[in-house]
Every structure is written in structure tokens, then in C-alpha cells.
């Protein structure tokens, strides 16, 4: 079930908001919140929220290390063991 089958105008959300946290808190996709015709927000539940956030830090190191890799900020895995044995021992 994709987004565009869960568009609902803010007074339905108004109207049923604990069927829809309900709905959510079981696993519901996703509510697109619609005001004027427009879409204006999401209504997820926490557990969905805190993974995304996860996934996207994730992804933001993952993006950080391509960038590293790509300027030469980067050391070979070869000889890291003796690298950090000196710097312990400054």
C-alpha cells in the first residue's frame, strides 16, 4: 500500500485521530494530512520515525566516507595496529 492510497484532509485526521494512531501503532503505513488540497505532513508512528532517522545518519557517514575517500583523506588498513600504538604512546 503506497502513499497515495493514504491521503486523508486534516478533519479526517480531526475526526478519527485514535483510529489513525491506533492504525499506525499496528504497523499502518504512513498518513499523508492534507490541508486545502495540499499535502502538509506525515503522521508515522515511533518506531518507523526512530528507524528513519537511523537510516538516515547512516546514511550520512556513508556519504562523509565516499567524500573522504574521493579527497585521499584516507589510510590503508595495512599497519593501523602499529599507527594507533603510537600515537597511545606520545
Known sequence: MGLETRIKPISYLKAHSAEVIRDLSEGAAPLVITQNGEA?????DVVSYAETQELLALLKLLAMA?????????????????????????
Not at 502538509?40 to 508515522?44: G, L, M, S, T
Not at 588498513?77 to 604512546?89: F, T, V, Y
Request: aromatic share 0%.
Open 40 to 44: 502538509k505532513a506525515v503522521i508515522q
Open 66 to 90: 565516499r567524500d573522504d575517500m574521493a579527497s585521499g583523506r584516507v589510510q590503508p588498513l595495512e599497519g593501523l595496529k602499529d599507527r594507533i600504538r603510537a600515537r597511545a604512546a606520545r
